[in-house]
T-cell receptor, first 115, second 110 residues
Framework: DADVTQTPRNRITKTGKRIMLECSQT?????MYWYRQDPGLGLQLIYY???????NKGEISDGYSVSRQAQAKFSLSLESAIPNQTALYFC??????????????FGPGTRLTVL | GQNIDQPTEMTATEGAIVQINCTYQ??????LFWYQQHAGEAPTFLSY????GLEEKGRFSSFLSRSKGYSYLLLKELQMKDSASYLC???????????FGAGTRLFVKA
């Protein structure tokens, strides 16, 4: 089984709809992240969470919100989707242990299209 | 501010060696990563450098010079399956966030 899973894998929706993307991990990591990836722009950080009670905005948080329901679950919501939120979304986790390199492990991605 | 620069695309021949460069500017450096990403798939970890010098791992090596804000990823004995994007990422000390470059698309031709 995959260590980091994302649902759904693909989603097509309409402008103005509310969308939730879910991420689950079995790696036991404290840190979780949401990124979006657009062609030519690399990975942009939307939100990150270093533990269940810690939520932080990333570079491009406007139009998005998150919920850390448990150590293993981190959800991303688009309250009112717009076409320029069409992108590939990745969830990632990393280890908080001070001896680790904080390497990030990515889920398979969710391809979101907003019409 | 923080900035990461790497070439957009490179082409190399199967069996050859290719070097992908990355330059960065950051307010507080705490490690540099290289990730591989095949089209439509998740990035996967390749290497990590925090001290100056060369780290070798099989066909892949990564070099870091902190004073120059420079790293490279060296791929030897190229295979067709090495065709992918290679992402340079820098971890900073403030907030321990990792910033990703836009990636270098490598095309390996026969």
């Amino acid at each position: 089984d995959a260590d980091v899973t994302q649902t759904p894998r693909n989603r097509i929706t309409k402008t103005g709809k509310r969308i939730m993307l879910e991420c689950s991990q079995t790696k036991g990591h404290d840190r979780m992240y949401w990124y979006r990836q657009d062609p030519g722009l690399g990975l942009q950080l939307i939100y990150y969470s270093f533990d269940v009670k810690d939520i932080n905005k990333g570079e491009i948080s406007d139009g998005y919100s998150v919920s850390r329901q448990a150590q293993a679950k981190f959800s991303l919501s688009l309250e009112s989707a717009i076409p320029n939120q069409t992108a590939l979304y990745f969830c990632a986790t990393s280890d908080r242990d001070s001896t680790s390199t904080d390497t990030q492990y990515f889920g398979p991605g969710t391809r979101l299209t907003v019409l | 501010g923080q900035n990461i620069d790497q070439p957009t695309e490179m082409t190399a021949t199967e069996g050859a060696i290719v070097q992908i460069n990355c330059t960065y500017q950051t307010s507080g450096f705490n490690g540099l990563f290289w990730y591989q990403q095949h089209a439509g798939e998740a990035p996967t970890f390749l290497s990590y450098n925090v001290l100056d010098g060369l780290e070798e791992k099989g066909r892949f090596s990564s070099f870091l010079s902190r004073s120059k804000g420079y790293s490279y990823l060296l791929l030897k004995e190229l295979q067709m399956k090495d065709s992918a994007s290679y992402l340079c990422a820098v971890r900073n000390t403030g907030g321990f966030k990792t910033i990703f470059g836009a990636g270098t698309r490598l095309f390996v031709k026969a």
